[in-house]
């Protein structure tokens, strides 16, 4: 049975406190949190206060997706201010510094986790698979929402799952980006145990009918 994990990058600003308890009525898993910072991606979102505002209003576990450059200046204040799982990209900073920052989110009680482009290729996960709870595999490239999902990414998804299942079998493999009714069944064909939706849910008809095909 997948996850789904709805980023609210695709919710109502204006009104997120009333879209999260939208995804707690409609039996989502996760929420997804999407923080751009406008240097590594090409866009800026959100911060700390909306995570800190955000888990006063639900208990529904945090998934928050660093798209930031040098991402171990602020994972504890994320972690701090209520996330549950840290996702931080490979691309963003020295391995060095990737590892001291995963290291650090564990110390801190959280679920660490690490994120590939799509032109980054599998390999440049292997130093940190022992140390994540996740992987999370971008479909698209990051940035924007509403972006056409990129189905040659699965073969990237199944070698990481095959690595993971000899080193670190609990770590999940999650996916983000052009999630919809056509693609979910091909990313839980090939083993994908969490999957980020954005437009797909949001703009759906019947939002809990969603939420269960991707479930089942």
């Not at 955000?54 to 930031?68: C, F, G, N, Q, S």
């Not at 980054?120 to 924007?144: H, K, N, S, W």
């Amino acid at each position: 049975m997948a996850k789904i994990a709805p980023s609210i990058l695709s919710a109502d600003f204006a009104n997120l406190e009333a879209a999260i308890h939208n995804l707690e009525q409609n039996n989502a898993d996760w929420v997804h949190v999407d923080v751009m910072d406008g240097i590594f991606v090409p866009n800026i979102t959100i911060g700390i206060p909306v995570v800190g505002a955000l888990r006063k209003v639900t208990d529904l576990p945090l998934d928050v997706h660093l798209m930031i450059d040098r991402p171990i200046r602020y994972v504890e204040d994320f972690v701090k201010a209520g996330a549950d799982y840290v996702t931080i990209h490979v691309e963003a900073d020295q391995p060095q510094n990737n590892l001291e920052a995963l290291k650090k989110i564990r110390a801190l009680g959280c679920k660490a986790a690490i994120s590939l482009k799509p032109k980054t290729p599998a390999e440049v996960a292997i130093p940190y698979l022992e140390l994540v709870d996740m992987v999370l595999i971008m479909t698209v490239e990051p940035g924007f929402g509403g972006q056409k999902f990129m189905a040659d990414m699965m073969p990237k998804a199944k070698q990481i799952r095959e690595w993971l299942d000899d080193i670190n079998p609990e770590c999940v493999i999650e996916v983000d980006g052009g999630v919809d009714y056509n693609t979910a069944p091909l990313c839980k064909e090939n083993g994908i145990e969490v999957l980020v939706a954005g437009s797909a849910y949001f703009k759906a008809d019947d939002r809990a009918k969603f939420v269960k095909f991707i479930q089942e």
